[in-house]
């Protein structure tokens, strides 16, 4: 059964950092892109970063880039989320979700497994 676990969420001051991972088990995550994705309260879902599967290729949405950074490691099967710098509008669920292929892709349709999430909460 493909499945994906983030990891790594929490409280944190504004300013702080978390890492986030996100663990594969039941594939072959290092075929894939991976991207990383959040629901802030009362928003729709957004990507915030993705990597392709051999990890040359990434891409950051404007809010984050500069202070997130996304990376992977395919022999652990585990795609990273470093996240600096962070303010109050990060808080949110964070998800991740493998591509189809091993591109990163726009759409959050053309992922096609997802981990459960986990929160992030920024506040003073």
């Known amino acids: 059964q493909w499945q994906l676990v983030e990891s790594g969420g929490g409280l944190v001051q504004p300013g702080g950092s978390l890492r986030l991972s996100c663990a594969a088990s039941?594939?072959?995550?290092?075929?894939?892109?991976v991207g990383w994705f959040r629901q802030r309260p009362g928003k729709d879902r957004e990507k915030v970063a993705c990597?392709?599967?051999?990890?040359?290729?990434?891409n950051y949405a404007d809010s984050v880039r500069g202070r997130f950074t996304i990376s992977r490691d395919n022999a652990k099967k585990l795609v990273y989320l470093q996240m600096n710098s962070l303010k109050l509008e990060d808080t949110a669920v964070y998800y991740c979700?493998?591509?189809?292929?091993?591109?990163?892709?726009?759409?959050?349709?053309?992922?096609?497994?997802w981990g459960q999430g986990t929160q992030v909460t920024v506040s003073l």
């Open positions: 979700a493998n591509a189809y292929d091993s591109v990163c892709r726009t759409s959050e349709y053309d992922y096609r497994n």
């Open positions: 039941g594939f072959t995550l290092p075929r894939y892109a």
């Open positions: 990597i392709s599967s051999d990890g040359e290729g990434t």
